[in-house]
């Protein structure tokens, strides 16, 4: 079969690789029907977080069981199932809790000696555990199988913002981030009730979808100009949420620039320097709290699934370009380079 | 009248100042009961927070209210009054919700240009929003008046900590500090019906008064080894709630080390190099959350005034010491040595 591999920084490769074999009578194959790029993906491109030559890469993707192991009882070859981005047990303490990213038999597609989602079939351990099944009739509506593909990561992280952000029904929301985790906090604030949802982004194609994903405001200014704006039209105070999904030391200064005291800031863009943007004398000195952290989104796909099925709630506006393996050395120069806003991978 | 000053670093003197009279139409001039010296005094004395030479110093105290101004419509001469550590105006927005620390007309005792409550009497501004009434026979119970004298910070600053590390029924709560607030906080997990409550400290004065407060576990170990021993006390998981009330680079790390995954730190120690020790990473792999900051201990002294009163609660033990205001500048002394937990001041 063939596979995406990252060779090197800036080296993205199909690869022929062996064909996936059940080792763990809890185990499937899975061949992959839709896989993505993760802004996170690009870390491991830039050569920010170290990878080995040959890596597999990819733990966004959705697919059909081909074969199961004798011991998953949950699913049978023929299959149509979305995997969320870290496999997890489903019977420990933390996966009985939804904190299935804290599941100690748990681990991330791509890491080493796993498969990557990249490709055109996965090993999956913990099937039961980690696997959620959807309609077989979503195999053939292209729409929405590319808005469920969003369950295996921006979705659910996105929501996990909001749910870290604090977000109730009439809250006043600031998302800090316009990439496809930034927007899904738009979507998953606005389910969640938000009265109003100010979106931070010099981007018109992706403000645009803010925009279309509930945003009521969107603020274009950076640095001072942008906290100004967003306290200009929140009464001087800022907004009760924030959702910070970027990660760096700029992102995480905006968004406590914009928090108003006594309110949260849900934070899901992986830490690249956000810490050091983290000033905690402002952070004591006007009660913010800081909640969240790496979502554990197979314990949100039982919640948000059947908003996608039925249409509520639609993330495909996230992809935006849509390769096969072949072009998909392209599609991360596409989102390195900002000119693709997620890349969609058909196998 | 007679008051404390902080002269320079190490230099605590009492001074003859001018009486204080009102100057506005809400003000009250109280005469002092009980006052007492906090641990983040300490900060001033030791010269680590700057102070004007001659500066007037103490946040904690209760008294008798000797003239009001015509707007005080809720207070007479005559009543006796608990004073939180910082003044708020009862009417904003922020005192509405209960978050009387973001008052915009707030102020801290002992700020520039404002009488310190360790001293014989203080001008309190917004006596109708920052006051709140006791009944007038504590005066001549001096246990009573004591334990009352803690809701003035520690206690509502310890209850502060528990809720913001979400400390619920059965709930298991580590307490990081062995300070007044550090007990308080046992106090408050116990109070908010914890069910298990593991105090870190080393002086047994210390944790003798946490077992008194409620903490089922001491662990006398530091560094590495106290991660070990709470881990060990918690199935090798860690505390799903942790208090922080230090505020140094090591208390937050110690924090960080015993939290659960999942769990939250409740953090009120004034920050001092803390946020050195906040690993973003480590938090955000684990799903961690930071929730507190400075008390709005005026909004929880309704709350817990009735526990105070009725028994059912008693802080007084963290006053292991008690002096005059002649006695005070040893009593500063004896807390940065930290032989005394917490003075007691009878002006």
């Not at 292209?142 to 295996?152: C, I, P």
């Not at 992706?206 to 405001?217: H, L, P, S, V």
Request: some cysteine; aromatic content about 4%.
């Amino acid at each position: 079969m063939r596979a995406i591999v990252i060779q090197a920084p800036h080296d993205i490769r199909v690869r022929e690789v062996p064909d996936p074999t059940i080792q763990q009578p809890t185990d499937v194959v899975l061949r992959v029907l839709r896989s993505c790029v993760c802004g996170s993906d690009l870390w491991a491109y830039r050569g920010e977080s170290a990878r080995r030559p040959g890596q597999r890469i990819g733990h966004e993707f959705l697919g059909i069981v081909e074969e199961a192991g004798h011991e998953v009882n949950g699913f049978a070859p023929g299959d149509l199932v979305v995997v969320p981005f870290r496999w997890s047990d489903g019977t420990c303490a933390y996966c009985a809790e939804g904190l299935t990213t804290s599941c100690p038999q748990g681990g991330f597609w791509g890491s080493v000696g796993s498969d990557g989602g990249q490709g055109e079939a996965v090993r999956v351990p913990f099937a039961d555990g980690t696997l959620v099944k959807l309609p077989s009739a979503a195999a053939t509506d292209d729409r929405l199988l590319t808005a469920l593909l969003a369950l295996s990561d921006v979705l659910g992280t996105g929501h996990h913002a909001a749910v870290g952000a604090g977000v109730r029904p009439g809250s006043t929301v600031a998302v800090v981030g316009d990439g496809a985790v930034g927007l899904c906090g738009v979507m998953a604030a606005k389910r969640l009730g938000a009265g109003r949802i100010i979106a931070l982004g010099r981007h018109s194609a992706r403000t645009d979808i803010a925009r279309t994903f509930g945003a009521t405001d969107v603020v274009a200014e950076r640095g001072d100009a942008a906290l100004a704006a967003v306290r200009e039209l929140t009464r001087g105070e800022g907004a009760h949420c924030v959702i910070e999904a970027v990660g760096t030391e700029q992102s995480m200064r905006t968004a406590i620039g914009v928090v108003r005291d006594g309110g949260a800031i849900g934070y899901v863009g992986v830490p690249h320097g956000s810490g050091t943007g983290l000033d905690l004398d402002a952070m004591f000195d006007r009660n913010i709290t800081l909640r969240g952290g790496v979502a554990p989104v197979r314990a949100y796909i039982p919640e948000l699934l059947p908003d996608v099925l039925d249409g509520t709630i639609d993330p495909s506006p996230v992809f935006d370009l849509t390769v096969g393996l072949d072009g998909v050395a392209d599609g991360y120069k596409a989102m390195d380079e900002r000119t693709a806003l997620k890349v969609l991978i058909k196998p």
